[in-house]
């Protein structure tokens, strides 16, 4: 059974809409989706349904695309031909599901900055150090700083959690 069969034989075509309906398993407020045969995902990943259908019935997506629903069928309408295409370039070109909310682009944005940090040069804890930080007056975060070590590795130092011989 193709994938395509597979859509088929879980869609009601509305005579008035002319809307696919999908009778499917499909939790509320989720698109529609399946685990795609290899005629559509060669890992047998789920992807949605209105997507494979518009792959197997109009032809490719163009890169960083979105489908659009301007029909009154509602997130359970399947059919390809109720949908437009929408370039977004703000998109990733193997993105499947729908465009980033603005709190995902925004935690995005914190993640790549902090990527693009440099990497924190800590001071290796010798003997000397070691004893210096446990004779030391203050908190974790001062003495990492007047050191160079790490405030963590301060704090289980203090605790007798770590010993340099």
Excluded at 40 to 61: D, F, K, N, Q
Excluded at 76 to 105: D, F, L, Q
Excluded at 142 to 154: D, S
Aim: charged share 25%; proline share 9%; net charge positive.
């Amino acid at each position: 059974m193709t994938t395509l069969d597979r859509i088929y034989a879980k869609i009601k075509i509305d005579p008035v809409s002319a809307c696919w309906m999908w009778q499917g398993a499909c939790k509320p407020g989720i698109v529609p989706s399946i685990s795609g045969g290899h005629d559509v995902s060669p890992h047998h990943r789920t992807i949605y349904v209105v997507i494979i259908a518009y792959r197997l019935l109009r032809g490719p997506l163009p890169d960083k695309a979105r489908l659009l629903q301007p029909c009154e069928g509602g997130i359970r309408c399947v059919n390809p031909y109720h949908r437009t295409v929408k370039i977004c370039p703000g998109m990733h070109t193997r993105r499947y599901a729908p465009p980033t909310t603005s709190s995902e682009s925004r935690r995005q944005t914190e993640i790549d900055s902090i990527r693009s940090r440099p990497e924190p040069k800590y001071t290796p804890v010798t003997p000397e150090l070691h004893a210096r930080i446990r004779k030391s007056e203050g908190s974790s975060v001062e003495i990492g700083r007047k050191t160079g070590v790490a405030y963590t590795t301060v704090a289980r130092i203090r605790r007798s959690k770590i010993t340099v011989w």
